[in-house]
């Protein structure tokens, strides 16, 4: 069965840092794929990033980047250069290719200090 | 191209009454799917369709809720009677599938509500 591992369940990092938020999965499927979304103050979820179980490389969009390490089943969410806007909750998500529902972590609740 | 409109944002109603939760996906999407958030389920997926059917409702808490999708941009999930233990914030999302990105969903901002 599909599973998501969030165990951070909240972080500090200064502005300008890096920070990495810590996802692993549980699946049998060899396709499959992940994700991570961002959850502001203001309640809306917004998609960041997305990784292919196939991929070769990490996906990057802006400043954000996935370590995806397959054999260990980790799709951790890098961060770089933190704004105070990076303030938010972030999920991290995984859907196999067998079937069309998204699971979704419990969250870490990230907290950017000026 | 707009995003998920979903509505109303804020609803609070008094235990016993009906709710509509109302969602239009993003145009040409082909899969909506809805979700509730609370802070001891978390994010649970309730139903989605694909191409304006039901495909699994097996998250639909009870008999008491009910989602239709009568076309491509237009879906309701309906709560007769509710109940306090219905308050959450409701998701719609949408997504077209492409094996580019295993059909990423995106999601409207919320419809809160507040079940008295």
């Known amino acids: 069965a599909q599973k998501i591992t969030q165990t951070q369940p909240g972080m500090f990092v200064q502005e300008k840092e890096a920070v990495t938020l810590d996802c692993t999965y549980d699946t049998s499927d060899p396709s499959y794929g992940l994700f991570w979304y961002k959850q502001p103050s203001s309640g809306e979820m917004i998609f960041l990033i997305y990784q292919g179980s196939y991929d070769q490389q990490n996906a990057t969009e802006g400043r954000y980047s996935l370590n995806f390490q397959k054999a260990r089943k980790s799709a951790n969410l890098v961060i770089s250069a933190s704004q105070l806007g990076d303030s938010a909750m972030y999920f991290c998500?995984?859907?196999?290719?067998?079937?069309?529902?998204?699971?979704f972590g419990a969250g870490t609740r990230l907290f950017v200090k000026a | 191209d707009a995003g998920v409109i979903q509505s109303p944002r804020h609803e609070v109603t008094e235990m016993g009454q009906e709710v509509t939760l109302r969602c239009k996906p993003i145009s040409g999407h082909d899969y909506l799917f809805w979700y509730r958030q609370t802070m001891m389920r978390g994010l649970e997926l309730l139903i989605y369709f694909n191409n304006n059917v039901p495909i699994d409702d097996s998250g639909m808490p009870e008999d008491r809720f009910s989602a239709k999708m009568p076309n491509a941009s237009f879906s309701t999930l309906k709560i007769q009677p509710s109940e306090p233990r219905d308050s959450a914030v409701y998701f719609c999302?949408?997504?077209?599938?492409?094996?580019?990105?295993?059909?990423?969903?995106?999601f409207g901002p919320g419809t809160r509500l507040l079940v008295l």
């Open positions: 999302a949408s997504s077209f599938f492409s094996v580019a990105d295993m059909g990423t969903q995106y």
């Open positions: 998500a995984m859907r196999e290719t067998g079937g069309f529902k998204t699971i």
